[in-house]
Each structure stands twice: as structure tokens, then as C-alpha cells.
């Protein structure tokens, strides 16, 4: 006994130097329990970050199915890839964010999307429920698609992108297998809907959309100037790019195919562009390899205020008949031309006028027949606590 008290102090007392072990004692031990203490909340904290990217984070319930995030993770990326590049476009206009620039209603674009990613998954939840309930299956050719697009869409996504997401190619599958049952019973409601087509088109005037489809060689009455800026050309050098025109007149003219009598694979190869393959040239004349004519195409409509013309020459292009060949160059103050009038009376913008606003009627009221479903078929909670940590922009990409 006395041994063993002496052995302790003189442990005491090494550690201690001069001073007493009853001197000693009670700040090693404050010190051993800050030590400690300090330890226990580090254990603590590790255990909370980790727990809180590894647990599984339940977004919402539809009915008895949990929606966790990682079956959102590639709606989000989808969705915040499409907002990465609006992103670029508006810094290199703007000089700021997309994600934060307001939208409407006081929310950020970024805000927005996300607004919409919830509902398209909450939606989409909804009508693959109804398909699996009305016995909706893939078909031998939605599968084979399905699988493509999942192969796809992972081979696509860059290591950091599927590390940071957690996504697999049977994650996406699994995705592209939901979603396409849930389109496939939507398009099919849709078509069940009781819709006039003839009298929500009613309003829109065929002739305000008759739409014109022109092919043209032309010289700009501008150039580009030493310092790379745009600027008139002098009387001279417009009386010149008249006459070069006016030389191409006859072989332009005599076109079996008019796109032909410039060789625009040039432009596509210094544009990065691959040019469609030929297997032989096309026939018929070719402007010289130091020409300034340029070739283009147009389509506008009868209501349209078409800039690139002045009024007289667009009245002009609007009387040709299909086929014609302008039987001059013609001029206005932007440039001279000869045009080839491709169809004077094209319904394309017309139809695509009504197919619009037939889509938008259908959405309004696929809408109100999915909140009448909602309300009577469905229960959708959403765990706000965990959804409101989510910041589209920075979920799926830096």
C-alpha cells in the first residue's frame, strides 16, 4: 500500500517538476477533461457531417411512396445543366449570375427551376401511378430507347458529376423507365380530353401567318473595317458589288439547283461545322473563290416586320411567284439581290401557330385534372426541412 502511494507520486512529481502532486492534480485532470471534451465534440461534429451526407434525405411523399433526393438527383441535373449553360450565355451578356437574377414574382431563375424540377417529379409520380394502376407497360421499343438514353446520358456525365451525385446507370434507367410510362398515360389522358381544336384556332388569321420561303444571293452594303467594325460602303464600292452581282446574274439564273453557286463548305470547315458530303459536285456554274456574294435563306410571314429588307423591295419578294427568279438584281439601302420565291404560301407558321395554342389549352387543362386527382386520389407532403437545403446551381455542378 505504501509502495504503491509512493510510486504514484514520484509519476506525479517527475511530471511536475518541483511542485507537489496536490498542487498538481487538479489542473491535469482540467486539462485531461478539456482534452476530452474537446475530442467527444469533434467525435460529435464528424458524426453530424456525416450523417448529413450520407443519410438518405426523404424530399417528399406521394401517397406511400418516399421520393428521396437521390430520385431526384437526375432531375436535377438535368435541370441544372440546361440552367449552366443560360448561366455562361448570361455572364458573357450580363457580367452576373442567371441563378440569381430575379425571374418573376420577386424569385431568382434559380428559385424557379427548382419550383419546377419539384412539381415535374411530384406530377410525374402521380401519373406513373395511374399507368402501373391501368396496366400500362413498356413496349419491346421503349425499352430498347430507354436503355440508349441511359447509356447515354451516364457516359456524358464527367467523374466529378457522378461522384458528387451518386448516380448510376440504372439509377438513370430507372428514371428513363418511370418517366416514359408516365408520358406515355399523360399524352394518352390528354387525347381523352374533351378540347375544341377548331374553336380555341379561331382567333388566329390565316393570312396574318401566310408565311413566305425565299432563297437569295446577295452583297451587304457594309464591310468590315480595319478595326473590325462594321461600317457603310462608299458609292464606288457599292457601284462595284452591284456589277459583280449583275456579272453572276446569268449563271445564278440557270441553277438546276439555286444553293448551289456558292461553295459554302469553306465557311462550315473555318466554323468548326462539318459540311454534308457529296459524292460528286453538284453541276452547273460556281462563283470565283474571291467572290463577295453571299448565299442565304429566309422565311418570314405577312404580319412580320421584316428588317433586313426596306418596304418597297419586300413588296417586291412578296408578289413573286413559287419558282420565280427576280428577273434583275434588285436594291434596297441594305444590299442587292436575286431572290428565288421557294413557296408564297407556306401554312408551316400557321399550323405551328395552332399546334401552340392547342399544346397550351391542353396544358390548362391537364392542369386542373391532375389538382382535381391530387385532391381526390392523392396525399403529397413535402419535407420542407430537407428540401430547402438544396440550391439549384451548386447541387450538381461547381
Not at 417529379?121 to 438514353?149: C, F, H, P, S, W
Request: with cysteine.
Amino acid at each position: 500500500m505504501n509502495s504503491a502511494k509512493k510510486l504514484t507520486k514520484q509519476s506525479v512529481n517527475t511530471t511536475g517538476g518541483n511542485k507537489s502532486g496536490d498542487e498538481q492534480n487538479p489542473k491535469s485532470r482540467t486539462a485531461i477533461g478539456i482534452i476530452v471534451g474537446l475530442g467527444a465534440a469533434l467525435v460529435i461534429l464528424i458524426g453530424f457531417i456525416l450523417w448529413e451526407d450520407l443519410h438518405p434525405r426523404l424530399i417528399l411523399t406521394v401517397n406511400d411512396e418516399k421520393i428521396y433526393l437521390s430520385d431526384m438527383m437526375f432531375d436535377i441535373y438535368m435541370t441544372e445543366q440546361t440552367g449552366d449553360y443560360m448561366d455562361n450565355l448570361y455572364r458573357q451578356n450580363y457580367g452576373s449570375s442567371y441563378w440569381d437574377a430575379e425571374a418573376q414574382d420577386g424569385q431568382t431563375n434559380g428559385e424557379m427551376l427548382k419550383d419546377n424540377t419539384i412539381n415535374a417529379v411530384m406530377q410525374r409520380a402521380m401519373m406513373y401511378d395511374e399507368a402501373i394502376e391501368k396496366g400500362y407497360t413498356l413496349t419491346e421499343e421503349e425499352q430498347t430507347t430507354v436503355e440508349d438514353n441511359a447509356t447515354s446520358a451516364f457516359d456524358q456525365m464527367t467523374a466529378d458529376v457522378k461522384n458528387r451525385t451518386g448516380l448510376t446507370k440504372n439509377l438513370i434507367k430507372e428514371y428513363y423507365e418511370r418517366k416514359t410510362l408516365a408520358d406515355r398515360y399523360k399524352a394518352d389522358w390528354i387525347d381523352s380530353f374533351d378540347i375544341d381544336d377548331a374553336a380555341v384556332t379561331a382567333e388566329i388569321s390565316k393570312e396574318d401567318y401566310r408565311q413566305y420561303d425565299i432563297q437569295y444571293y446577295y452583297i451587304p452594303y457594309k464591310k468590315t473595317d480595319e478595326n473590325g467594325q462594321s461600317v457603310d460602303m462608299s458609292d464606288d464600292e457599292i457601284k462595284k458589288a452591284k456589277e459583280e452581282l449583275g456579272a453572276a446574274y446569268d449563271d445564278i439564273k440557270s441553277l438546276e439547283d439555286f444553293s448551289t453557286y456558292i461553295d459554302n463548305s469553306s465557311d462550315a470547315a473555318a466554323s468548326g461545322d462539318s459540311a454534308e458530303p457529296t459524292a460528286t459536285p453538284a453541276p452547273g456554274p460556281k462563283a470565283p473563290a474571291d467572290t463577295n456574294i453571299k448565299y442565304t435563306t429566309k422565311s418570314f410571314i405577312e404580319k412580320d416586320e421584316v428588317s433586313d429588307f426596306d418596304t418597297v423591295l419586300l413588296s417586291q419578294i412578296k408578289s413573286m411567284k413559287n419558282d420565280q427568279i427576280s428577273d434583275r438584281v434588285l436594291e434596297d439601302s441594305n444590299g442587292c439581290y436575286i431572290f428565288k420565291m421557294v413557296n408564297n404560301n407556306s401554312t408551316e407558321r400557321y399550323d405551328s401557330e395552332c399546334q401552340n395554342a392547342i399544346t397550351t389549352k391542353e396544358n390548362e387543362v391537364f392542369q386542373e385534372k391532375i389538382d382535381e386527382l391530387e385532391v381526390d386520389k392523392y396525399l403529397i407532403e413535402v419535407n420542407d426541412d430537407e428540401w430547402d437545403k438544396i440550391i439549384f446551381g451548386k447541387t450538381t455542378i461547381n
